[in-house]
């Protein structure tokens, strides 16, 4: 596997994704306490403002200052710590003209007495360029002038601002570091889940003493883990039970069905020549019914994985080969031609004694339902990522509708007329499982049906432990 398919095998994991959701939820929280504060910060300098104007303007009103404005604007100019503390003050007469303050601060105000109360937030810039947000009140005098005692809030808001901005870095940096842990827990759980699931394929494939690897922590992956080697543990035994039975059956019946046959064979040279018929049909049948019930054991062996098998690297067209000139014979007998479509080098990985008599069942169907005249293919082909390797023939073919049954059990298509046990295809089919593979039938076109074992690379990289299990 790839690490772009690790990367989006682990973003699709449920840790991942609890973990991203519950990042995001702290993202919005994070984000709405972030504004929120700084629209609590802003409303809370506004009020610490308006409280440090209104106490300067009740100051200047027990000075009884607000009598007329000259006599108020001769009393601010006395008072030289009022710019250096970030005060703003003008002081307008009755006919307009400017007695104390800066001339931006009334341009900007934009009032020619008689103005009534109200508060006012402007910005002014001075000679150097340095704005100014003024927020303060104008207050009427009672010879008609104005006062206006407002305070430059830019500053301390720049000074507040920063409170947010660290406050939104932490939440990010804890945002990241839930992420990471996420992440980590993710890649720490798709292990464990690796692990189990590597031991259910081993066990699969045959590796019957394959465990599920289980730590001392006690969490739901230990407890599961050992949940399910309980399970492996327990259907070893009803293995065993079963290859037991299975072994005393087939000792028990194969013993009265070769003496049954030899007697049968021993009668035909005895009994007279009109009954001599009867018994060699009845000598067929009892070959038959061995041949059935060796087939049968010999599947249940191969799906339990009972099988002697040895995985092993080797050439398919040293197989193909091998097969070929093994029914070379038949071939010619059936009047058929066979070839072989296979590229030098190619190589497989699985056990060559199966996957030779899993060829030898699909050969002969083909053989048995192929017109005389046609050919027969003996193929391995790149498909993907795996490799096809089967049998092609210009037969009658498969319907779709019924390529699914065909790899049933004791399932055969002409119905009870048609020879054969019904064998052969699930025989054909417990092996690919062995390999990890499946068998396919498809369409041969123009006419006939392909019947190919599909090789996956990943089961062969699982075995093998290469990353580049599939040689050219």
């Not at 504060?37 to 100051?59: E, N």
Request: aromatic share 6%; with cysteine.
């Amino acid at each position: 596997m790839s690490w772009a398919e690790r990367a989006a095998h682990l973003l699709e994991t449920s840790t991942f994704r609890h973990a991203s959701m519950v990042a995001f939820i702290f993202l919005l929280v994070a984000v709405g306490t972030v504004l929120l504060s700084a629209q609590q910060i802003d409303a809370l300098l506004h009020s610490h403002v308006r409280d440090m104007i209104l106490a300067d303007v009740r100051t200047q009103e027990r000075s009884h200052h607000f009598a007329d404005a000259s006599g108020l604007a001769v009393a601010l100019s006395r008072d030289d710590s009022r710019e250096r503390e970030g005060n703003k003050s003008l002081v307008m007469a009755p006919s307009g003209d400017l007695l104390f303050g800066d001339p931006q601060v009334r341009t900007a105000l934009q009032c020619q007495p008689p103005c009534g109360l109200q508060w006012r937030n402007v910005t002014v810039s001075d000679s150097s360029a340095r704005l100014a947000q003024l927020f303060g009140v104008q207050v009427p005098l009672a010879d008609g002038g104005v006062f206006f005692s407002g305070y430059d809030i830019l500053p301390m808001r720049e000074r507040l601002r920063v409170i947010p901005l660290v406050a939104g870095a932490g939440l990010f940096a804890v945002l990241l570091s839930s992420l990471a842990i996420g992440l980590y827990t993710s890649v720490r759980s798709m292990r464990r889940v690796d692990r189990i699931r590597s031991a259910l394929r081993r066990y699969v494939t045959g590796e019957r003493d394959a465990v599920v690897p289980c730590g001392h922590d006690g969490d739901e992956f230990d407890l599961l883990g050992r949940d399910i080697n309980h399970v492996l543990h327990r259907v070893n035994r009803l293995m065993e039970e079963v290859k037991s039975v299975s072994s005393h059956l087939a000792h028990e019946l194969r013993t009265p069905l070769t003496r049954m046959h030899h007697r049968l064979e021993n009668l035909a040279d005895k009994v007279e020549p009109d009954m001599r018929d009867d018994v060699l049909g009845a000598l067929e049948e009892a070959g038959r019914i061995q041949r059935m019930f060796r087939a049968v054991l010999r599947i249940g062996e191969v799906e339990a994985g009972r099988c002697e098998h040895a995985f092993e690297w080797f050439d398919a067209r040293t197989l193909l080969d091998d097969l070929a000139e093994y029914y070379g014979p038949l071939v010619s007998l059936s009047e058929t031609t066979l070839h072989i479509e296979a590229e030098p080098g190619r190589e497989l990985y699985g056990d060559r004694a199966l996957l030779f008599q899993a060829l030898s069942n699909l050969l002969e169907n083909a053989i048995k339902y192929a017109p005389q005249g046609k050919s027969l293919v003996l193929l391995a082909r790149r498909r993907g990522d795996g490799i096809t390797l089967g049998v092609a023939d210009e037969g009658p073919g498969i319907p779709a509708s019924q390529r699914g049954q065909a790899v049933e059990r004791f399932r055969r298509l002409g119905g009870s007329t048609q020879s054969g046990s019904g064998l052969g295809l699930a025989l054909v089919n417990a092996i690919a499982r062995l390999h990890g593979a499946t068998l396919s039938l498809e369409e041969n076109a123009p006419s006939g049906l392909l019947a190919v074992l599909l090789l996956d690379r990943r089961h062969w990289n699982e075995k093998t432990g290469l990353k580049d299990a599939l040689k050219t």
